[in-house]
């Protein structure tokens, strides 16, 4: 599938969380073939070793980096290396999370914290690291990576759902708080994207029932959501900000 090209990502420092497999490799792989220079984190090494390897010749080459995102003292010692051998960031994608299934029972305040570090508090302080550079260059996208699983409400996922509402809470806050001083922060929302992870968790019944339940009857690839991503990171999006915006096929 062939895809637009903006000039304007060209040579634009792109930092991509979770980058290592699934849609945070096909959103890896999008802003590399803008010519971007990508950098990803990941604690999937082998994967994203592999990745990094595959996309080996591209110029620029993207960059792995192993960064636990749970750990709020290392992610910033991250960014802060990557800034001081990259240059700012232009372009931050929160885009890790991890979505294993419970239930309301099994909950524990150690889950709950555990969860709530993977899925929604990284995202926050990620931004914060960047925010300074961006604000002093007037210039600046910051896109976070959401969910439609609280918007259908799907089962055995409610902590999951809590922190991926929280992230679109987040970016309204975030781009008014950012905007006066010309960061733009977004949301994306993918529906159901067919990935080896996502795989696992569905029967071929269970996956004709989602694609029956969707208005446009095709499964949703991480291309799809890097699409997105990457108009939105461009400059042909410079007046969008603060909304959230879906690539879920019209799942209803």
């Not at 971007?36 to 994967?47: K, N, P, S, Y």
């Not at 592999?50 to 591209?58: D, P, R, Y």
């Not at 159901?192 to 968790?201: A, D, I, L």
């Not at 949703?220 to 990457?230: N, W, Y």
Request: glycine share 10%.
């Amino acid at each position: 599938m062939s895809g637009a090209i903006y000039p304007s990502l060209k040579g634009r420092l792109v930092v991509v969380t979770g980058g290592g497999s699934g849609i945070g490799a096909g959103l890896t792989e999008g802003f590399a073939r803008q010519g971007a220079r990508v950098v990803f984190l990941d604690v999937l090494e082998d994967e994203s070793r592999k990745l990094e390897a595959a996309l080996a010749s591209f110029d620029p080459a993207p960059i792995f980096h192993r960064c636990d995102l749970c750990d709020v003292e290392a992610l910033r010692a991250c960014l802060a290396d990557i800034a001081a051998t990259h240059g700012p960031v232009d372009v931050l994608v929160n885009n890790a999370a991890n979505d294993d299934r419970h239930t309301l029972t099994e909950v524990t305040p150690a889950y709950w914290d555990d969860r709530i570090a993977v899925n929604l508090r990284h995202l926050y302080f990620a931004a914060q690291a960047v925010a300074p550079a961006m604000r002093e260059r007037g210039a600046g996208v910051i896109l976070n990576l959401g969910s439609i699983s609280w918007h259908l409400g799907l089962p055995d996922l409610s902590l999951y759902e809590t922190a991926k509402a929280g992230i679109e809470g987040m970016t309204r806050a975030l781009a008014r708080e950012l905007g006066a001083d010309g960061v733009r922060v977004a949301c994306i929302v993918p529906g159901n994207v067919r990935t080896p992870r996502q795989m696992k968790w569905y029967t071929p019944e269970g996956e004709a029932e989602i694609v029956a339940a969707q208005c446009l009857k095709g499964r949703i690839e991480p291309v799809d959501v890097a699409a997105l991503a990457l108009f939105l990171a461009s400059d042909d999006a410079r007046f969008i900000t603060g909304h959230e915006y879906f690539v879920d096929a019209g799942w209803r």
